[in-house]
């Protein structure tokens, strides 16, 4: 069954303006991962916060996590327009040889020059 | 650096024909390896997974076969390929935490 769920489904702002995307997840995590899709492309990793971690930066990304709301937001400054890709959050719930993920339906995030 | 290969990058086959989509990675050893489908602006639904050479996990139930018959490489089969079949299919090999991509393999099932 789906684990996160984004919201909301599309987005379309100007570029230089920000960007927020929300995760929301049903069961205990270990951690909570973004990933980006440019359109017809494999996944790319961006940034994973811990459980235990409430915020989390790398470059214009900014990533929260409320394990209390069950819920993460990614949040992309001063967008780009090639910053258009569809966005993706994953909860990871166990860790060693075992590991899986479970992916979101993701964000389609359009970014106008 | 680890790279991750699959081919072929896009496929038409008519429906009840057979299936082989090959992924192979590079640069790493023992990877935990996936096989992903992606239907038209959804997300991913994990299909197979494996831990090791000949160990196979199967998420949903359908059509599809896995294996791994050496240890970087992930093959995704089908005897007889249904229309529900098209979709996007990702090979991905993980960390022990995050995963690494291939590009994909659009299946078009006619």
């Known amino acids: 069954s789906q684990q996160g769920e984004e919201d909301p489904q599309a987005l379309s702002i100007q570029e230089g303006e920000n960007a927020t995307m929300n995760c929301s997840y049903k069961?205990?995590?270990?951690?909570l991962q973004w990933y980006r899709q440019n359109s017809g492309r494999g996944l790319v990793h961006l940034i994973l916060?811990?459980?235990?971690?409430r915020e989390k930066h790398s470059g214009r990304l900014r990533v929260t996590l409320d394990t209390s709301k069950k819920s993460s937001s990614l949040l992309i400054t001063a967008s780009r327009a090639a910053d258009t890709a569809s966005y993706f959050c994953?909860?990871?719930?166990?860790?060693?040889?075992?590991?899986?993920?479970?992916f979101g339906k993701g964000t389609l995030l359009t970014v106008n020059p | 650096s680890q790279t991750i290969h699959q081919w072929p990058a896009t496929l038409v086959q008519p429906v009840g024909s057979p299936l082989s989509l090959e992924c192979t990675v590079e640069?790493?050893?023992?990877?935990?390896l996936y096989w992903y489908r992606q239907a038209a602006g959804r997300g991913l639904q994990l299909l197979f997974y494996?831990?090791?050479?000949?160990?196979i996990s199967s998420e949903v139930p359908q059509n599809l076969s896995a294996s791994r018959p050496q240890d970087r490489q992930f093959i995704l089969s089908s005897k007889k390929l249904l229309l529900s079949d098209s979709g996007f299919y990702l090979c991905?090999?993980?960390?022990?935490?995050?995963?690494?991509f291939g590009p994909g393999t659009r299946l078009t099932v006619t």
């Open positions: 994953a909860t990871g719930n166990s860790g060693g040889s075992n590991y899986k993920l479970t």
């Open positions: 494996s831990v090791g050479i000949g160990q």
């Open positions: 991905a090999w993980a960390t022990l935490n995050e995963q690494y």
């Open positions: 640069g790493t050893s023992n990877p935990n």
């Open positions: 916060i811990r459980s235990n971690e």
């Open positions: 069961t205990s995590i270990n951690n």
